[in-house]
C-alpha cells in the first residue's frame, strides 16, 4: 500500500479526476494538496487528508509551506503523485517539497483500465 498525493485544484474537470483517484483501493493513505475552496467544497473520503495553501504565496515561500506541512504526514519513503489538478507554480511547489523530502515518486493518473502508473 502507499501513499497517493494529488493537487487539487483549479482546471476544468480535473475534480472528477481526482475522484476517480480516491476510488482507487490500492492508496493507503491520499493527501490532496488544495487551497480554501477546495476544503470547503470537495467531498473527500475517509482515508483523505488535506493540506491547505494558499496559492496566492509566491513558489519558494508555497514549497516551504507544502513540506512542512507534508514533512509530518508522509512516513513512506516513496509516493504516488498525480498532477492533473493545478497551476503550474503548484506543481513546481509541490514537486519541489517532495524532492526536498527526499521522496521517490510515482506519477499515476486514470486511465481506461483505472489508475496506473504514467
Known amino acids: 500500500m502507499t501513499t497517493l498525493i494529488a493537487c487539487l485544484s483549479t482546471g476544468k474537470g480535473t475534480w472528477g479526476h481526482v475522484s476517480q483517484l480516491l476510488k482507487d483501493e490500492s492508496f493507503e493513505k491520499i493527501i ?35 513540506q512542512t506541512k507534508l514533512k509530518e504526514l508522509i512516513k513512506d519513503l516513496e509516493v504516488s503523485l498525480n498532477i492533473v489538478s493545478g497551476s503550474g507554480k503548484e506543481h513546481m511547489a509541490l514537486l519541489s517539497a517532495l524532492l526536498k523530502l527526499g521522496l521517490g515518486i510515482n506519477l499515476v493518473a486514470v486511465n481506461k483500465e483505472g489508475v496506473g502508473e504514467v
Open 32 to 66: 490532496l494538496v488544495t487551497n480554501e475552496f477546495g476544503k470547503e467544497n470537495f467531498t473527500k473520503n475517509d482515508r483523505t487528508e488535506l493540506v491547505v495553501i494558499d496559492p496566492n504565496q509566491n513558489i519558494k515561500e508555497l514549497q516551504n509551506d507544502i
